[in-house]
């Protein structure tokens, strides 16, 4: 697998749900210019609740657009990459709101907040350790490979007194 430097991410956190839906919900969302007209998009669900993270990836080429239709960059897929990841938990909420009997759940407002990142203190209190290890795997950004990386070599065993 090939790691791109001309790429970014971002974190979110899932607000606005009652935490019972679908417990604590994060979102990576990653960008990536592989070469020219070219990106990759990633985004990354971890949650509480089962399943614990949720993979995706996308391609996009602007080779075919005309130069002054759209203007596709590394924000432009750190966006889509955001609103795949919105409208993943728009389809998950509908789900929920079957399988509960609560059609009314549906119309809950819920918005991707950007935060920063939470993974330092995951990997303190041991959360998601096997999803952050999978994410590290998984990811083309070599700027979040690196971090991710860091994360994992953080010794989380506390010393008691």
Do not use: W
Not at 15 to 43: M, Q, W
């Amino acid at each position: 697998m090939a790691l791109y430097s001309d790429s970014q991410y971002k974190f979110f956190e899932i607000t606005g749900l009652p935490p019972g839906l679908f417990g604590s919900a994060y979102v990576v969302a990653v960008s990536i210019h592989t070469s020219g007209d070219y990106f990759r998009g990633e985004y990354y669900v971890l949650s509480t609740r089962s399943p614990a993270l949720h993979i995706e990836k996308f391609r996009f080429s602007s080779t075919n657009l005309p130069p002054d239709f759209l203007r596709v960059d590394l924000e432009f897929i750190l966006q889509e990459a955001k609103e795949q990841a919105k409208n993943l938990f728009s389809s998950k909420l509908e789900e929920r709101a079957i399988e509960l009997k609560k059609p009314d759940l549906v119309a809950l407002p819920f918005a991707l907040k950007e935060i920063p990142s939470p993974f330092v203190m995951f990997r303190l209190r041991g959360e998601f350790e096997d999803e952050i290890a999978q994410i590290r795997g998984e990811t083309d950004c070599e700027q979040l490979s690196i971090y991710l990386n860091h994360i994992l070599n953080i010794n989380n065993k506390f010393v008691k007194n």
